[in-house]
Nanobody, 118 residues
Framework: QVQVVESGGGLVQPGGSLSLSCAAS????????MAWYRQDPGKQGELVAS???????NYAASALGRFTISRDNAKNTMTLQMTNLQTKDTAVYYC????????????WGQGTRVTVSS
C-alpha cells in the first residue's frame, strides 16, 4: 500500500513564497506521474502541476511562471515551489501519486492548506 503525505502549507502574504512537499512510501510499487491538485471549498478542483518520472512537466495556466514542480525519484518525493502567491491561490493542495505493481493506481494525500492573505 502506498502512503502519501504532504507538508509545507501555511499562511503567507500576497507576493510571498511557499514550498510544498510530498513523500510517497512504496515498498514494491513503481511510482509514475506525481501531481499537485488544489481545491477551495465551493470551487472546482484543478490540476496545478504534474511531473513524470523522466521529469516532463505540465502546469496549469494559473501556475505557469510562478510555480515550479520537481521530484526526486530516489526518495519518492516531490516539491512544489510557489512564488508570487496571490489570494486566488488559497486552497487545500493535494498530492497525487500514481503507483502500483502491475498497473498504476491513484493515491492521494490528506491535503495541506495554503492561505494567502494580508
Amino acid at each position: 500500500q502506498v502512503q502519501v503525505v504532504e507538508s509545507g502549507g501555511g499562511l503567507v502574504q500576497p507576493g510571498g513564497s511557499l514550498s510544498l512537499s510530498c513523500a510517497a512510501s512504496a515498498t514494491r510499487e513503481s511510482i509514475g506521474t506525481m501531481a499537485w491538485y488544489r481545491q477551495d471549498p465551493g470551487k472546482q478542483g484543478e490540476l496545478v502541476a504534474s511531473i513524470t518520472p523522466d521529469n516532463s512537466r505540465n502546469y496549469a495556466a494559473s501556475a505557469l511562471g510562478r510555480f515550479t514542480i520537481s521530484r526526486d525519484n530516489a526518495k519518492n518525493t516531490m516539491t512544489l515551489q510557489m512564488t508570487n502567491l496571490q489570494t486566488k491561490d488559497t486552497a487545500v493542495y493535494y498530492c497525487l501519486v500514481r503507483a502500483g505493481t502491475r498497473w498504476l493506481e491513484d493515491h492521494w494525500g490528506q491535503g495541506t492548506r495554503v492561505t494567502v492573505s494580508s
